[in-house]
């Protein structure tokens, strides 16, 4: 991010004149802050306009409120790819806003942003309490999901056209930046709609978000399949378990995985840069591994390696509907030449690929990412009855806070030479460099 981006001022639709009705016992001060605490080259101190230390605005329930809770109207969606601890965050938002906020009119969009686009004609439905009590034990998202851009114009139409006061959207880089797109628009027409964002990325890789929903159940899943994976190229003379997970831009789970099971021998990441052949690449290592122990595990994240294929088969970028490159299979790419160099030189092996990525996004969020995932959509709540808008709730510093959509990007990777990834090559036992 560019020094000029470090922007923490929060918007807010007016002044905030309603006692709150939430029962607590403190109420977080609309001044409380933390300061951003973060350094560039040289040691020179980030500061705001103003020469003073960039801080950021704490989440929490605020003793006044800009919506009458009577007669607030209250939109979720969810965009994007799924992710465990979805429905988690639906369930918290909701339960929090009626029963402690006392807004009793909360509406669905189904499938992401197309349920605001007339000519889908998805339907909406009703949330309260009782149709969401008992999704925590479910995958995915109840309001299902969508990708690709939709007209912001025809968004904010939308709702306009259905009273929305707020509109809670669940959702990745791309989300933030609609939800932000849909900011700037509701502000041009000034319409009094907070809009408020819960950001989800499995890969964890959000600049300044100290950790994203559904990466600690994503570890724990991945933990189970590296152990199956060990146990097959156990079974086997010269076996190789080969297994596939997510991490687009950043190997996150890859190494957090490797490190919670010591069973993998290599692991490959979009950071790391590796070569398949020639005395120091992977292939040559994977030879001396199996010479030594007859077995080896491999993790490779889904967007490392690219350089590699595209190379090879001369493909060009291509992006998806939501914008983003669109990956080459790297799982099946490894695989093939795999068994083609070991059959160049006349060596058996037994190679099982796995890839649970589709199982793993799908599955319900486990105990750790519950407990963020109910505080999230808690403290979004707060947020968004204040009369914030144009803003997210992320944990940093081990404090919820309030962040600008505009300064929350993906980005955040694995640096090769931190300590993280030291621990990882002496977890595995892998080169320093796979590069010749």
Same mark, same amino acid.
């Given at each position: 991010?560019?020094?000029?981006?470090?922007?923490?001022?929060?918007?807010?639709?007016?002044?905030?004149?309603?006692?709150?009705?939430?029962?607590?016992?403190?109420?977080?001060?609309?001044?409380?802050?933390?300061?951003?605490?973060?350094?560039?080259?040289?040691?020179?101190?980030?500061?705001?306009?103003?020469?003073?230390?960039?801080?950021?605005?704490? &989440?929490?329930?605020?003793?006044?409120?800009?919506?009458?809770?009577?007669?607030?109207?209250?939109?979720?969606?969810? $965009?994007?790819?799924?992710?465990?601890?979805?429905?988690?965050?639906?369930?918290?938002?909701?339960?929090?806003?009626?029963?402690?906020?006392?807004?009793?009119?909360?509406?669905?969009?189904?499938? !992401?942003?197309?349920?605001?686009?007339?000519?889908?004609?998805?339907?909406?439905?009703?949330?309260?309490?009782?149709?969401?009590?008992?999704?925590?034990?479910?995958?995915?998202?109840?309001?299902?999901?969508?990708? !690709?851009?939709?007209?912001?114009?025809?968004?904010?139409?939308?709702?306009?056209?259905?009273?929305?006061?707020?509109?809670? $959207?669940?959702?990745?880089?791309?989300?933030?930046?609609?939800?932000?797109?849909?900011?700037?628009?509701?502000?041009?027409?000034?319409?009094?709609?907070?809009?408020?964002?819960?950001?989800?990325?499995?890969?964890?890789?959000?600049?300044?978000?100290?950790?994203?929903?559904?990466?600690?159940?994503?570890?724990?899943?991945?933990?189970?399949?590296?152990?199956? &994976?060990?146990?097959?190229?156990?079974?086997?003379?010269?076996?190789?378990?080969?297994?596939?997970?997510?991490?687009?831009?950043?190997?996150?789970? &890859?190494?957090?995985?490797?490190?919670?099971?010591?069973?993998?021998?290599?692991?490959?990441?979009?950071?790391?840069?590796?070569?398949?052949?020639?005395?120091?690449?992977?292939?040559? &290592?994977?030879?001396?591994?199996?010479?030594?122990?007859?077995?080896?595990?491999?993790?490779?994240?889904?967007?490392?390696?690219?350089?590699?294929?595209?190379?090879?088969?001369?493909?060009?970028?291509?992006?998806?509907?939501?914008?983003?490159?669109?990956?080459?299979?790297?799982?099946?790419?490894?695989?093939?030449?795999?068994?083609?160099?070991?059959?160049?030189?006349?060596?058996?092996?037994?190679?099982?690929?796995?890839?649970?990525?589709?199982?793993?996004?799908?599955?319900?969020?486990?105990?750790?990412?519950?407990?963020?995932?109910?505080?999230?959509?808690?403290?979004?709540?707060?947020?968004?009855?204040?009369?914030?808008?144009?803003?997210?709730?992320?944990?940093?510093?081990?404090?919820?806070?309030?962040?600008?959509?505009?300064?929350?990007?993906?980005?955040?990777?694995?640096?090769?030479?931190?300590?993280?990834?030291?621990?990882?090559?002496?977890?595995? !036992?892998?080169?320093?460099?796979?590069?010749?």
């Amino acid at each position: 991010m560019n020094r000029e981006n470090y922007d923490f001022n929060i918007q807010d639709l007016g002044e905030a004149t309603i006692p709150s009705p939430v029962n607590v016992s403190y109420f977080t001060p609309e001044g409380k802050r933390i300061l951003f605490n973060i350094y560039l080259e040289n040691y020179t101190e980030l500061k705001n306009a103003e020469g003073l230390p960039l801080s950021v605005e704490v &989440a929490g329930p605020r003793e006044r409120i800009f919506f009458d809770p009577s007669k607030t109207k209250v939109a979720i969606a969810t $965009c994007g790819g799924l992710c465990p601890g979805i429905n988690d965050v639906i369930r918290a938002v909701v339960m929090e806003l009626y029963h402690r906020y006392g807004v009793k009119n909360i509406i669905g969009i189904r499938y !992401g942003f197309q349920g605001l686009i007339p000519r889908y004609g998805h339907d909406i439905c009703e949330l309260t309490p009782e149709n969401v009590k008992d999704i925590l034990g479910m995958g995915g998202s109840i309001l299902s999901s969508s990708r !690709g851009r939709q007209d912001v114009d025809e968004i904010v139409n939308a709702l306009k056209r259905m009273n929305i006061d707020i509109f809670f $959207c669940i959702g990745g880089d791309g989300t933030m930046r609609a939800a932000e797109a849909i900011t700037e628009e509701t502000g041009k027409r000034n319409l009094n709609i907070a809009i408020i964002g819960v950001p989800k990325t499995i890969d964890n890789d959000l600049n300044l978000i100290q950790k994203s929903f559904g990466f600690d159940t994503a570890i724990s899943e991945v933990v189970k399949v590296i152990r199956c &994976a060990h146990v097959e190229a156990e079974g086997a003379p010269m076996g190789i378990g080969l297994v596939k997970i997510m991490g687009r831009l950043s190997g996150h789970i &890859a190494a957090d995985a490797a490190l919670a099971q010591s069973d993998v021998n290599f692991v490959l990441i979009p950071e790391a840069p590796f070569d398949l052949e020639g005395e120091k690449g992977l292939l040559k &290592a994977l030879e001396k591994r199996l010479q030594e122990r007859n077995h080896a595990v491999i993790l490779v994240a889904e967007g490392a390696g690219q350089e590699l294929i595209r190379q090879e088969k001369n493909e060009p970028v291509e992006t998806d509907a939501s914008g983003n490159i669109k990956l080459l299979d790297i799982g099946v790419f490894l695989k093939m030449k795999i068994d083609d160099h070991f059959r160049k030189i006349g060596r058996e092996i037994n190679l099982k690929y796995i890839d649970p990525s589709y199982t793993i996004r799908s599955v319900p969020a486990d105990a750790s990412d519950s407990i963020y995932c109910s505080a999230l959509g808690q403290y979004a709540v707060h947020a968004g009855m204040a009369g914030k808008t144009g803003m997210l709730v992320g944990l940093m510093k081990d404090e919820y806070v309030h962040l600008p959509l505009k300064v929350v990007t993906s980005g955040k990777g694995v640096d090769p030479g931190d300590n993280t990834w030291m621990r990882v090559l002496e977890s595995t !036992g892998q080169p320093l460099s796979l590069k010749n």
